[in-house]
């Protein structure tokens, strides 16, 4: 069955062009132009999308609030468009919650490419489907994060993240020390030919950061290594029997 992508613009153009792309990839597409609309979409019990491309600047209701109301239901994936590069910024670090980002003007191939990506990640079944079976329980000091469950703690109580978020989390926490480059964290979570500016790590390092009460100013979970990028800092826990 074909995946369903809701597409959110008021532009009636940019809904046709990206329309004509996703389909021509095999996905079936509804299109709204409003925020309201886009709510009765997204939130209704039926006939639900698998992903949301939402444009934040929309006529009616803002596209953040649009986000914030579905993330009170659901982890549906979405993948919000701005209208400039500073604007990931001032996005991420609001801690709204999406799974990626794409600045206007944009290609559409990329588009298409980055909704393959999502997908991908979350899987058939939402984000529980992006594990295998035996992926370990990646225990520390006061923080445990299961892969499988898709679960992170910070002293037994629930850090909500992102899928992009926690996908980033259990890259840097499957290598405690190792220092990744952004190009590396892109190519290992985003998984394709990042065609964007790299900063967009730093802004989802910020909001991940903000989840787990992680000072920027003096790290205990993900250092930064100015010039290169970033580490996780805490020692795996020791099991005793």
Known sequence: MARRILVVDDEPQIRTVLRAYLEADGFEVVECGSGRDALRHATG?????????????????????????????????VILVTARAEEVDKL???????????????????????????LRRVGPDGPQGTATPDDPV????????????????????????????????????????????????LEKVWGYDFYGDERVVDVHIRSMRKALGDD?????????????GYKFLLDPARVTS
């Open 138 to 185: 990646l225990r520390f000091d006061g923080l445990v994060i299961d892969p499988e469950r898709r679960e992170v703690s910070a002293g037994d109580v629930p850090v909500p993240l992102s899928t992009l978020e926690l996908d980033l989390l259990i890259a840097l926490a499957s290598s405690p020390g190792r220092v990744f480059s952004r190009a590396q964290l």
């Open 45 to 77: 019990s039926r006939g639900a999308p698998d992903l949301v491309l939402l444009d934040v600047g929309l006529p009616d209701v803002d596209g953040l609030e649009v986000l914030r109301t579905i993330r009170q239901q659901s982890q549906l994936p």
């Open 92 to 118: 991420v670090g609001l801690g709204v919650g999406a799974d990626d980002y794409v600045t206007k003007p944009f290609s559409p191939r990329e588009v298409v490419a980055r909704v393959k990506t999502v």
């Open 216 to 228: 920027a100013a003096s790290p205990r979970v993900i250092g930064t290594v100015r010039g290169v």
